[in-house]
C-alpha cells in the first residue's frame, strides 16, 4: 500500500499565494506520475497539474502561468505553488501518484491523498 500525505491548505485572500506539498510512502519500485487534482463544491473532480518522472508537465488551461509543479523523486514529494489565486480556485485539492511495483510482473497503480482544503476570499 502507498499512503499519501498533503499539507499546505488553507484560507487566503484574492491575488494571495499558497504552496502544497505532498509525500508518497509505501512499497513500490518507483513513482512514475505525480500530481494534484481539485473538486470544488457541486462539481467533477478536475486535474490541475501533473509531473511525469522524466519532467513532463501537464497543467490544466485556468491555472496555466499561475501555478507551478515541481517534485523531487529521491523524497518522492510534489509539491504545488499556486499564486495568484481566484475565488475560482477554491476546492479541495488531491494528491495522486501512480506507482510502479516490480515482482514476478510490473504493475501500476493510482492512489489519492485524502485531500486539502484551498479557500480563496475575494
Known amino acids: 500500500q502507498v499512503r499519501l500525505v498533503e499539507s499546505g491548505g488553507g484560507l487566503v485572500q484574492a491575488e494571495g499565494s499558497l504552496r502544497l506539498s505532498c509525500a508518497a510512502s509505501g512499497r513500490f519500485f518507483r513513482i512514475n506520475a505525480m500530481g494534484w487534482y481539485r473538486q470544488a463544491p457541486g462539481k467533477q473532480r478536475e486535474l490541475v497539474a501533473t509531473?511525469?518522472?522524466?519532467?513532463?508537465?501537464n497543467y490544466a488551461d485556468s491555472v496555466k502561468g499561475r501555478f507551478t509543479i515541481s517534485r523531487d523523486n529521491a523524497e518522492n514529494t510534489v509539491n504545488l505553488q499556486m499564486n495568484s489565486l481566484k475565488p475560482e480556485d477554491t476546492a479541495v485539492y488531491y494528491c495522486?501518484?501512480?506507482?510502479?511495483?516490480?515482482?514476478?510482473?510490473?504493475?501500476?497503480?493510482?492512489?489519492w491523498g485524502q485531500g486539502t482544503q484551498v479557500t480563496v476570499s475575494s
Open positions: 495522486n501518484c501512480n506507482t510502479e511495483t516490480r515482482s514476478i510482473t510490473t504493475t501500476y497503480a493510482d492512489y
Open positions: 509531473l511525469m518522472r522524466d519532467g513532463t508537465t
